[in-house]
């Protein structure tokens, strides 16, 4: 229950520690893959597990996905394979393009006095941004980088510090 939050039965610790094991394995081949790969790492979208559904590990490109996520599947040695899948939909934005938009809504004095948290969502292919000023929000992100842009805005109270 300390590891976990709360109690678990042997057979999900083992089932839990497995998926651990997984996920670590799947990041360190991933991570020496990408790079040695000039077209999927131009195209990487992210990656995202699923531990409540499956433990699955979902990757995403925006180009060729399913074939991406083929080779991929082929050169690394992984210990579940079969655990390893492409998004559900083709995400139009990749990785890189996210987090610089990120930065740049953080950046802008403008921009983050409005908004109380901004990050990446992989599973979304989006930027979320939190705020108590939705409205207006939306009205200023739409006009600067217009209504198609991948941001989703959210009623979000700053956090307290204590």
Request: proline content about 6%; glycine content about 6%.
């Amino acid at each position: 229950a300390s590891v976990w939050g709360a109690p678990l039965r042997k057979a999900d610790l083992k089932l839990m520690g497995f998926r651990q094991k997984v996920l670590r394995q799947w990041n360190e081949e991933f991570e020496a893959w990408l790079p040695r790969h000039p077209a999927a790492e131009a195209t990487y979208a992210g990656y995202y597990c699923n531990p409540e559904h499956g433990g699955w590990i979902f990757v995403g490109f925006t180009a060729e996905q399913s074939a991406r996520v083929a080779e991929m599947k082929g050169d690394l040695k992984l210990i579940a394979p079969g655990l390893v899948r492409a998004f559900a939909f083709q995400p139009a934005y990749t990785e890189r393009e996210l987090w610089s938009l990120t930065e740049t809504l953080t950046e802008e004095e403008s921009l983050w006095k409005l908004m109380n948290s901004a990050g990446v969502e992989t599973e979304l292919n989006e930027v979320t941004v939190t705020t108590t000023k939705v409205a207006k929000l939306r009205a200023v992100l739409a006009e600067r980088f217009g209504p198609e842009a991948p941001i989703k805005v959210e009623f979000g109270r700053p956090a307290q510090l204590l």
